[in-house]
């Protein structure tokens, strides 16, 4: 379970000790300080991603497939960089990986509230249910990769989630 190495809150404490880079990078791995809220990070992570998530899919296409591909690319090892200033494997407080969970989840999904509702509890249950790969993965893949490859399998479970869901209320 992530964050079950976390012993209370410290992230107010780990941001005033940290050095501006180490700042820098909690900013953007707590998806700008979202994952410091001390009740369900992850939700206000995947929550906060979401005008970005709309950003991207209203210039297009094209910028959504770049959008998606940095935050792939950015989150791994803004997440493991995190979990070492932290000393943490998997810290609850870094939420980037919700982040690209939640763009991999609505990638390519037709925007509405009902879309974005539907996506952001699916990716939610599929990101704390862990099914197989994700927990496999959860439990096996240590570093920047672990911390965001179960949450892209969580995004993949419930973007085909809600495809399903779309074709049987068409």
């Not at 992850?42 to 950003?55: D, N, Q, R, Y």
């Not at 509405?112 to 990101?127: K, P, Q, T, Y």
């Amino acid at each position: 379970m992530k964050g079950h190495e976390e012993k209370g809150f410290a992230g107010k404490r780990l941001l005033n000790n940290a050095d501006t880079k180490g700042r820098v990078i909690l900013f953007f791995a707590t998806w700008f300080f979202t994952g410091l809220i001390p009740f369900a990070p992850g939700t206000w992570g995947s929550i906060a991603a979401l005008p970005f998530v709309a950003c991207a899919y209203s210039f297009g296409l094209f910028f959504s497939c770049i959008f998606l591909t940095l935050i792939l690319i950015i989150s791994i090892p803004v997440a493991g960089r995190a979990s070492q200033i932290m000393k943490l494997n998997d810290p609850s407080s870094v939420v980037i990986d919700e982040a690209a969970g939640i763009f991999v989840t609505l990638f390519l999904i037709p925007v509405s509230w009902m879309n974005v509702i539907a996506g952001l509890v699916l990716f939610r249950i599929f990101d704390i249910l862990k099914p197989f790969p994700a927990g496999l993965i959860d439990k096996k893949v240590r570093g920047g990769l672990g911390i965001v490859l179960d949450d892209v399998m969580a995004g993949i479970y419930a973007n085909v989630g809600v495809r399903i869901i779309l074709i049987l209320i068409d």
